[in-house]
Structures are given as C-alpha cells and as structure tokens.
C-alpha cells in the first residue's frame, strides 16, 4: 500500500528531529509514523539543512513581528506582561501557518526573546508599603484570645477589598533604556468581601 501525503515544513522539522536524535528512526519508521513513501522520507533526510535554514528563517520572522507589536504598544504606555507577550507570539505564529503544536511561545521562549532585545521586567507605580511584623504578632496573641468563647463552627474569616477590574498591571516588560512610565488607570472598581469558613466547621 502506497502512502500519500504533503507534508508541512513543521511536520518536515518533526520528521527529521525524528531521524537525527539518539534513537533515530529509520526510514522504515519514519514513512509508517509520517504516512509517506520512502522516498519522499529519503528526499526529506537529503534536504534537512535547507528545510532547517527556512524553519529557523520562520521563527526570525516571529521575533521581528512581536518585538514591533512590543515597541509600539510600550510607546504607548500600555503595560505588556510576559503571559500577554506569549500570546501576542501565538497569534503572530498562527498567522504565519504555525500550529499550537509546532510553536508553543513556552517559557523558555519568553527568556530567549528578553535576552535577545534586552527586556526586563519591571514594577511601574511602585510597590505597596510591607506589613508591619509586630503588628502581626501582636494580632496573632490577641486573636487567640478573642476566640477562646466561640464555637469553631461559628468561627469566620472576613476582609473586604476593592477590585479594580478594568486596571491595567503595575508590572510590564520594558527596554533596559526605557523609562518605565505608566498612563492614566482606570479607576472603576467593585468592592468585593471575601469570606473563608473556618476548616472545623461542618457543613
């Protein structure tokens, strides 16, 4: 039985990582797993360098989009943080025919793209002041003693805070030579209270 099938540069990439690793596949193998013919899977092999030279010539062209998008939106002052940069690559790559298999934007791609234009990451309006530790403590001693005349099972743990839900992040990933300034935020809020059960009660 013949095999047929056009494969893509991403699936041709695949294929010859499949032959070159440790445990190479033979070419047996490779047109079994590829459903191709062997010599389609030979002409694969024979052509790997320039097939790997237009792979990696793809991936500089993700770079180069994301890093525009990255430039232009911190122009404008909008906060970009690393999740928001992985998926700005994923989107580039899907335009350019990349699949969520064949490019990931991992993490480690994250790093290499910050060593490669020298991005950190970096607090924009400052961090909030830390809470005092004697406080703390001296909270700790009196709470205990406050509850000594209640049930655990009535016992609950309330704070309410305000939830800037249309806020852009105080963090963003910027250029070493670039001043990390911020625009105007939102100042819609909802107030929210939380409230967690003490872990003796019941039901």
Same mark, same amino acid.
């Given at each position: 039985?013949?095999? %047929? ?11 010859? &990582?499949? @032959? ?7 070419? #047996?193998?490779?047109?079994? =797993? ?5 010599? $389609?899977?030979?002409?694969? #092999?024979?052509? $790997? ?8 010539? @793809?991936?500089? &062209?993700?770079?180069?989009? *994301?890093?525009?998008? !990255? ?20 989107? *580039? ?9 064949? !490019? ?11 060593? +490669?234009?020298?991005?950190? /990451?970096?607090?924009? @309006?400052?961090?909030?002041?830390? *809470? ?9 001693? +009196? ?6 005349? !209640?049930?655990? @099972?009535?016992? /609950? =743990? ?5 939830? !800037?839900? +249309? ?19 939102? &100042?819609? #809020?909802?107030? *929210?209270?939380?409230? %967690? ?7």
């Amino acid at each position: 039985m013949s095999h %047929r099938k056009a494969l893509t540069l991403e699936e041709k990439i695949a294929l010859i &990582k499949d @032959n070159q690793n440790a445990h190479g596949l033979s070419v #047996r193998e490779l047109t079994d =797993n590829y459903k191709i013919s062997k010599s $389609s899977a030979a002409n694969i #092999r024979r052509r $790997s360098e320039e097939l790997l030279a237009d792979y990696s010539s @793809n991936y500089k &062209k993700i770079d180069e989009l *994301v890093f525009e998008w !990255f430039t232009q939106q911190r122009a404008k002052q909008i906060p970009i943080s690393g999740p928001i940069l992985q998926e700005k690559a994923r989107q *580039v790559a899907e335009q350019l025919g990349y699949t969520s298999e064949t !490019f990931k934007a991992s993490n480690g791609w994250l790093e290499k793209f910050r060593n +490669r234009h020298a991005i950190s /990451f970096r607090t924009i @309006n400052g961090e909030s002041a830390s *809470v005092d530790n004697s406080t703390v403590e001296e909270w700790a001693q +009196r709470l205990s003693t406050i509850l000594d005349g !209640f049930d655990e @099972n009535d016992v /609950f =743990n309330a704070d309410e805070t305000g939830l !800037f839900y +249309r806020a852009t992040p105080d963090r963003s990933l910027v250029l070493s030579k670039e001043e990390c300034k911020g625009g105007k935020k939102s &100042k819609e #809020r909802l107030t *929210v209270l939380l409230c %967690r059960i003490w872990l003796g009660r019941k039901n």
